[in-house]
Every structure is written in structure tokens, then in C-alpha cells.
């Protein structure tokens, strides 16, 4: 296909950047993102207010951070899968099933100590991860097997494999360099957790926002029979992002066996739906096209708050599941009438509209 | 006017099954030119143009583009010769912006390991992008917008600037009139002139005969498979477009 630009122009473009500019930065306080935002800023001023002196301790932001980092991690591959209209439900499994085959190469090699045996069990946590992704992707792309079927299919899959490598039993072969360095380690005082996480996120915001990878992420979301009509291959952008959230959940494997010093079999069964609700709260549609990772990071910190709150106020952290599937139902609700306000359309001044709609319920 | 045709579709025949959808039609588009191509339906209008517009294959006939022969095997292959269509559907990304749309396939790429690492002139796309819809006076208000928030006469005015801006030849547009209020028809026929004048090939298919008598040039008429009959604008009527169309004035013209 010859790439040529547009006809050259002959008038002057009337409208000046300026506005646009404007436009753009309303629009990105409008957005479901920045409403999350405010609401994330509410609760923790609600818990300062409450318990200003434990709440506001360095060591305890540390602690959500931390506690955030690895869904964090499967919260970035998640929002481009949710994004291209699909699902995830493997990658709890995904990731235990990376730790474990990870965990099983590093106790093979160089004793299961030094950065040699650090560095085979890296590359084969991400490879796995990989594997599994392509896996989903190939399924779901090539097959046709809906995404939920494909990814509970593997759910099952990588769990029961995990458990038959290593007979029920968790292992916990890591080298001390791996966990000193990773798990535990800090760098200027943050730890190497957060850092690697918000490297993915940081990461993942550029690939989404400014690459043409997210673009077609999006539009293969959007409308995938407009994709194929001007020559984007569907199939291998599905792939592609299957196996881009694989490889994730090959990385959280590393770090969650880095974290625990155990390749904890039994602790992701509900991983996946604690993803997938916060890429949901944080204002990525479950119908695809649209979302953002810096979203589901608020989504994920939502829930992580509340906990740490709770138990701060001595309230019984259960209260925490209770409030998150409240925010879980409300944030599809707010989606639902978003994609109603837009569909609406109607004389075209659906922007005008969806501000007003936006700021009323901002303030209710 | 005894201009080549551009484009021209000889005995093109298409058969679904034991359906005859094409009996060996022909078409010829000239540049500069609106062709509409009208018929009832089942009249193989649409199959007509997929075949034009490379999504479909004959299973006989031939193509000739620019006096050559030529083959398609898919949209692609008709794109890379300048051949864009609209379809009925307009194809847009609700979710993305009219110039995400405008480039969606073809966004300009940085220089260098940049954009080999994916990154596109977000800037130049835009500026140009919006010179382009400004210059077709597609009355695009909002850049940024997704266009699924935009009305209907906006989008298909979009889904027509995007083609608009990438044929080079020919544009084929499948009823772009069909959904649309009286003031957003005008603006589409508007465009449908400028296109025209700046010398592109334009395929109109509707139903609605003033509109087809207002901007074209030729009307291609299609009755069971073939072109029953090709009249100037200037000289013919809604009575003797209608009377090709249903078989009643048979006899008097000949394709």
C-alpha cells in the first residue's frame, strides 16, 4: 500500500490550535479518568480527617504502594485487552504458573543463587508469560472462542498445570540476590516494586496514548470491520495484545515470587476479578475503544485505600468488598450512560452536552 | 464529453449460488466526472460496486483502470490505485477522533527508530488533516471529538473527506444521502462538486432521483444484472430515470 499524505491543501485552515488546545484540556478534565481521580482524593481526605496521624505516615502510603504494584503490573496488559473490546480472566493463573516454572529454572541453575539464576528465571517467567498471551490471542483472534471462554479456559489450564509441576506444593526458589534487590529492595528509599510498576505504567500510558499500537488498540475496539476495510490486520493486533498482557502477568510472576519468597499456588484465584474492577472503575469501557491505564492505576488504588483505611479506623476490612463492589457497579453505570450520551449524538454539540452531563454529576 | 474513462468494468458477471447477481454489466467512470449508478433493488448495484471497489471478485469479466487491465484481490489493492469507497456502514472508529480517522491505516510515521518503535506525527496529522477536511468544506466543528458522539450528516461527511482525501482517481459512494435530513444532504452534495472539481472520478449510487439529477453528470441505470441505459443529467428526467429502472420504456434506449 503506498503511504501519501492528503491532498495538499489550498485554503487556510480556519480553525487556530489554541482552542483546540483548550478543548483538549477540558475534555481531559471531563474524562471518567480525572472524576476517579477526585473521588480517590475524597476517600483518602476522608481518612486523614479521620485518623490524620496514621493515615498520613510515609510508611503507610509505602504499604499501598507496594500492595498496588503487582495488580498494577496486570492492570496495564488488562486495560489494552478490555480495550480491544475482549477480557482476561487467565492472568491470576498466568502469573502463579510463570512464578512457578520461574521458580523451578532458578533452582536448576547455578544452585537457585546469583544473578545468573536470577537472570534465567526473569527471562523465563516472561516467556511464559509470553507463551500463555500468544496462547489467549491466538484463540481468541484466529479461533473465534470468545475472549471469556479462551481466558477461563487458560485460567483453568495454567493453574492446573502449575499444580501438577510442582505437586500442590509451593516453591520457593528464588535467589537471595533477586528478593534483596526486587522484592525487598529499595532505590532512594522507594521501593523496587513501585518502581518497576510505575516503569510499566509510565510505559504503558506512552504505548496507549502516543504510539500507533494504542491507536489501533483502541480502533480495532472501536470497530474492527472499519480496521480490516482500510488494511489493519485484526487478527495479529489481537495477538499482539494478548500476548503483551501475558508477558505482564510473566513479569507480575517474577515480582509476586520476589515479594513472597513462594510461588503462592493458591493466592490469585480472584486476582483477575480484582483487575479487572479496577481497570473498570478507573473508566475503560467493557465494550471497548476507549480507556486509559493511568485509569485503572486509580482503580486499583481505590480499593487498596479503602483496605488500608478500614483497618487504620478499626472498621472490619470486609466493608472494603462491600464499597468496591458498589464502586465497581457504579462505575459501569456511569459508562453506560456515557456511551448512551454519546451514541445520543444529535446536533452536533454532543461535547457541550457530555460536559454538562459530566460536571452535574461530578458535583451530585 | 469524449473523455477516456478512467475506469470501466466490461461483462462483469457474479452469480451467488444459482442468484445471478450480475449478467454481464458494464460501467465506465471519466475523470472529473459524477457517474450515479441507480437501480431497484437486487438490481446488482451494490454487488457492482464491491466488485469496483476490490471486496468482492467477478466470475467473469474485466476491469480497466486507466486503459489497463487490471485485477483485485482485496480493497487494498483498489486504494493503492487511488480507488477509495464509502459504504453504507461509513466504516468510522466511533471511539477515535475525525483525524484519527482520516489516517486510521496510513497514520505518517516519525523519522528514523522512532518511528520504527511506533511513534506517529501526531501534529502533522492533525494539521493536515484538518487543512484537508477545511478544504473539502466538510464543516467539521470538533477535531478531537470521537465522532460517534457526531451526528449523522457529520459523520458521513467525515467517512466522504476521509475518501476524498486519499482517492487520487476514483470514489465510489454507496448511498450517502440515505440517512440524512435535508440541510445535512446539501452539504454532502456540496462536497460530492468540490471533489469533482478537483478532478476526481465520482461514483454516486442512490435512490433518490432529484439528488442523482442535481450533481451528476451521467446516470447509469441497472435492471437484473445489466446497465440497462446511460442518459445525461441535462437531458433526461425523474419519468424517463424511473421508466429505465422498472423496464417500462425498453426499446428506446440502448446501453
Given at each position: 500500500?503506498?503511504?501519501?499524505?492528503?491532498?495538499?491543501?489550498?485554503?487556510?485552515?480556519?480553525?487556530?490550535?489554541?482552542?483546540?488546545?483548550?478543548?483538549?484540556?477540558?475534555?481531559?478534565?471531563?474524562?471518567?479518568?480525572m472524576?476517579?481521580?477526585?473521588?480517590?482524593?475524597?476517600?483518602?481526605?476522608?481518612?486523614?480527617?479521620?485518623?490524620?496521624?496514621?493515615?498520613?505516615?510515609?510508611?503507610?502510603?509505602?504499604?499501598?504502594?507496594?500492595?498496588?504494584?503487582?495488580?498494577?503490573?496486570l492492570?496495564?496488559?488488562t486495560?489494552?485487552?478490555?480495550?480491544?473490546g475482549?477480557?482476561?480472566?487467565?492472568?491470576?493463573s498466568?502469573?502463579?504458573?510463570?512464578?512457578?516454572?520461574s521458580?523451578?529454572?532458578?533452582?536448576?541453575?547455578?544452585?537457585g543463587?546469583?544473578?545468573?539464576?536470577?537472570?534465567?528465571?526473569?527471562?523465563?517467567?516472561?516467556?511464559?508469560?509470553?507463551?500463555?498471551?500468544?496462547?489467549?490471542?491466538?484463540?481468541?483472534?484466529?479461533?473465534?472462542?470468545?475472549?471469556?471462554?479462551?481466558?477461563?479456559?487458560?485460567?483453568?489450564?495454567?493453574?492446573?498445570?502449575?499444580?501438577?509441576?510442582?505437586g500442590?506444593?509451593?516453591?520457593?526458589?528464588?535467589?537471595?540476590?533477586?528478593?534483596?534487590?526486587?522484592?525487598f529492595g529499595?532505590?532512594?528509599?522507594?521501593?523496587?516494586?513501585?518502581?518497576?510498576?510505575s516503569l510499566?505504567?509510565?510505559?504503558?500510558?506512552?504505548?496507549?496514548?502516543?504510539s500507533?499500537?494504542?491507536?489501533?488498540?483502541?480502533?480495532?475496539?472501536?470497530?474492527?470491520?472499519?480496521?480490516r476495510r482500510?488494511?489493519?490486520?485484526?487478527?495479529?493486533q489481537l495477538?499482539?495484545?494478548?500476548?503483551?498482557?501475558?508477558?505482564?502477568?510473566?513479569?507480575?510472576?517474577?515480582?509476586?515470587?520476589?515479594?513472597?519468597?513462594?510461588?503462592?499456588?493458591?493466592g490469585?484465584?480472584?486476582?483477575?476479578?480484582?483487575?479487572?474492577a479496577?481497570?473498570?472503575?478507573?473508566?475503560?469501557?467493557?465494550?471497548g475503544?476507549?480507556?486509559?491505564?493511568?485509569?485503572?492505576?486509580?482503580?486499583?488504588?481505590?480499593?487498596a485505600?479503602?483496605?488500608?483505611?478500614?483497618?487504620?479506623?478499626?472498621?472490619?476490612?470486609?466493608?472494603q468488598?462491600?464499597?468496591?463492589?458498589?464502586?465497581?457497579?457504579?462505575?459501569v453505570?456511569s459508562?453506560?450512560?456515557?456511551?448512551a450520551?454519546?451514541?445520543?449524538?444529535?446536533?452536533?454539540?454532543?461535547?457541550?452536552?457530555?460536559?454538562?452531563?459530566?460536571?452535574?454529576?461530578?458535583?451530585? | 464529453?469524449?473523455i477516456?474513462?478512467?475506469?470501466?468494468?466490461?461483462?462483469?458477471?457474479?452469480?451467488?449460488?444459482?442468484?445471478?447477481?450480475?449478467?454481464?454489466?458494464?460501467?465506465?467512470?471519466?475523470?472529473?466526472?459524477?457517474?450515479?449508478?441507480?437501480?431497484d433493488?437486487?438490481?446488482?448495484?451494490?454487488?457492482?460496486?464491491?466488485?469496483?471497489?476490490g471486496?468482492?471478485?467477478?466470475?467473469?469479466?474485466?476491469l480497466f483502470?486507466?486503459?489497463?487491465?487490471?485485477?483485485?484481490g482485496?480493497p487494498?489493492?483498489?486504494?493503492?490505485?487511488?480507488?477509495?469507497?464509502?459504504?453504507?456502514?461509513?466504516?468510522?472508529?466511533?471511539?477515535l477522533?475525525?483525524?484519527?480517522?482520516?489516517?486510521?491505516g496510513?497514520?505518517?510515521?516519525?523519522p528514523?527508530?522512532?518511528?520504527?518503535?511506533?511513534?506517529?506525527q501526531?501534529?502533522?496529522?492533525?494539521e493536515?488533516?484538518?487543512?484537508?477536511?477545511?478544504?473539502?468544506?466538510?464543516?467539521?466543528?470538533?477535531?478531537?471529538?470521537?465522532?460517534?458522539?457526531?451526528?449523522?450528516?457529520?459523520?458521513?461527511?467525515?467517512?466522504?473527506?476521509r475518501?476524498?482525501?486519499?482517492?487520487?482517481?476514483?470514489?465510489?459512494?454507496?448511498?450517502?444521502?440515505?440517512?440524512?435530513?435535508?440541510?445535512?444532504?446539501?452539504?454532502?452534495?456540496?462536497l460530492?462538486?468540490?471533489?469533482?472539481?478537483?478532478?476526481?472520478a465520482?461514483?454516486?449510487?442512490?435512490h433518490?432521483?432529484?439528488h442523482?439529477?442535481?450533481?451528476?453528470?451521467?446516470?447509469?441505470?441497472?435492471?437484473?444484472?445489466?446497465r440497462v441505459?446511460?442518459?445525461?443529467?441535462?437531458?433526461?428526467?425523474?419519468?424517463?430515470?424511473?421508466?429505465?429502472?422498472?423496464?417500462?420504456?425498453?426499446?428506446?434506449?440502448a446501453?
Amino acid at each position: 500500500m503506498s503511504v501519501d499524505t492528503p491532498t495538499k491543501p489550498t485554503a487556510p485552515a480556519e480553525t487556530a490550535p489554541r482552542p483546540n488546545m483548550m478543548a483538549r484540556v477540558g475534555s481531559a478534565l471531563g474524562a471518567q479518568a480525572m472524576q476517579i481521580v477526585l473521588v480517590w482524593l475524597a476517600i483518602i481526605a476522608i481518612f486523614a480527617v479521620l485518623s490524620p496521624d496514621a493515615f498520613f505516615d510515609p510508611n503507610n502510603f509505602r504499604n499501598i504502594a507496594i500492595s498496588v504494584s503487582i495488580l498494577a503490573v496486570l492492570g496495564v496488559g488488562t486495560t489494552f485487552i478490555i480495550i480491544t473490546g475482549g477480557i482476561d480472566l487467565s492472568m491470576g493463573s498466568v502469573l502463579v504458573f510463570s512464578g512457578v516454572v520461574s521458580s523451578m529454572a532458578m533452582g536448576n541453575v547455578g544452585e537457585g543463587q546469583g544473578w545468573l539464576s536470577a537472570l534465567v528465571g526473569i527471562i523465563v517467567a516472561l516467556t511464559s508469560g509470553l507463551a500463555w498471551g500468544t496462547l489467549n490471542g491466538f484463540l481468541v483472534a484466529k479461533a473465534k472462542v470468545p475472549a471469556m471462554i479462551v481466558t477461563l479456559g487458560t485460567f483453568g489450564a495454567a493453574l492446573g498445570l502449575a499444580q501438577v509441576l510442582t505437586g500442590g506444593i509451593d516453591r520457593r526458589d528464588v535467589p537471595d540476590v533477586l528478593v534483596d534487590t526486587v522484592g525487598f529492595g529499595d532505590v532512594f528509599g522507594i521501593p523496587t516494586l513501585v518502581i518497576v510498576a510505575s516503569l510499566i505504567v509510565i510505559a504503558g500510558i506512552i504505548l496507549l496514548k502516543r504510539s500507533r499500537f494504542g491507536l489501533h488498540t483502541a480502533a480495532v475496539g472501536s470497530n474492527a470491520e472499519a480496521c480490516r476495510r482500510v488494511g489493519i490486520n485484526v487478527d495479529r493486533q489481537l495477538i499482539k495484545v494478548y500476548a503483551l498482557a501475558g508477558g505482564l502477568a510473566g513479569l507480575a510472576g517474577l515480582l509476586n515470587l520476589t515479594f513472597f519468597r513462594s510461588t503462592t499456588i493458591a493466592g490469585h484465584s480472584l486476582t483477575n476479578l480484582d483487575v479487572i474492577a479496577g481497570v473498570v472503575i478507573g473508566g475503560t469501557s467493557l465494550f471497548g475503544g476507549i480507556g486509559t491505564v493511568f485509569g485503572t492505576v486509580i482503580g486499583l488504588l481505590i480499593p487498596a485505600t479503602l483496605r488500608n483505611g478500614f483497618v487504620i479506623l478499626g472498621v472490619q476490612p470486609y466493608w472494603q468488598q462491600v464499597v468496591v463492589g458498589a464502586f465497581l457497579v457504579a462505575a459501569v453505570y456511569s459508562d453506560q450512560l456515557r456511551r448512551a450520551s454519546s451514541s445520543r449524538g444529535g446536533g452536533g454539540r454532543p461535547n457541550l452536552f457530555h460536559r454538562l452531563f459530566n460536571s452535574k454529576r461530578k458535583d451530585s | 464529453m469524449s473523455i477516456e474513462p478512467i475506469y470501466e468494468a466490461r461483462n462483469i458477471v457474479r452469480n451467488f449460488g444459482s442468484v445471478q447477481a450480475l449478467q454481464g454489466a458494464n460501467f465506465d467512470v471519466r475523470p472529473g466526472e459524477v457517474s450515479a449508478l441507480i437501480g431497484d433493488n437486487g438490481a446488482g448495484k451494490s454487488t457492482l460496486v464491491r466488485i469496483l471497489a476490490g471486496a468482492d471478485q467477478p466470475n467473469s469479466g474485466e476491469l480497466f483502470f486507466q486503459g489497463q487491465p487490471i485485477s483485485l484481490g482485496n480493497p487494498t489493492d483498489a486504494r493503492s490505485r487511488g480507488i477509495e469507497t464509502v459504504f453504507q456502514d461509513l466504516a468510522l472508529a466511533n471511539h477515535l477522533d475525525p483525524i484519527q480517522n482520516m489516517y486510521l491505516g496510513r497514520e505518517l510515521m516519525k523519522p528514523g527508530l522512532l518511528g520504527r518503535m511506533g511513534f506517529m506525527q501526531t501534529s502533522e496529522m492533525r494539521e493536515v488533516g484538518r487543512v484537508a477536511f477545511n478544504d473539502l468544506g466538510a464543516t467539521v466543528r470538533n477535531f478531537t471529538g470521537p465522532v460517534g458522539g457526531m451526528s449523522g450528516g457529520q459523520r458521513q461527511a467525515i467517512a466522504v473527506a476521509r475518501a476524498a482525501a486519499w482517492a487520487k482517481n476514483v470514489i465510489f459512494l454507496d448511498e450517502p444521502t440515505a440517512a440524512l435530513g435535508v440541510v445535512q444532504t446539501k452539504g454532502v452534495l456540496d462536497l460530492i462538486r468540490r471533489i469533482k472539481d478537483k478532478g476526481i472520478a465520482v461514483v454516486l449510487i442512490s435512490h433518490s432521483m432529484p439528488h442523482v439529477l442535481e450533481v451528476s453528470d451521467r446516470v447509469h441505470v441497472m435492471r437484473q444484472g445489466k446497465r440497462v441505459a446511460v442518459l445525461n443529467s441535462k437531458d433526461t428526467s425523474v419519468e424517463e430515470l424511473v421508466g429505465a429502472m422498472t423496464g417500462a420504456l425498453d426499446g428506446k434506449e440502448a446501453a
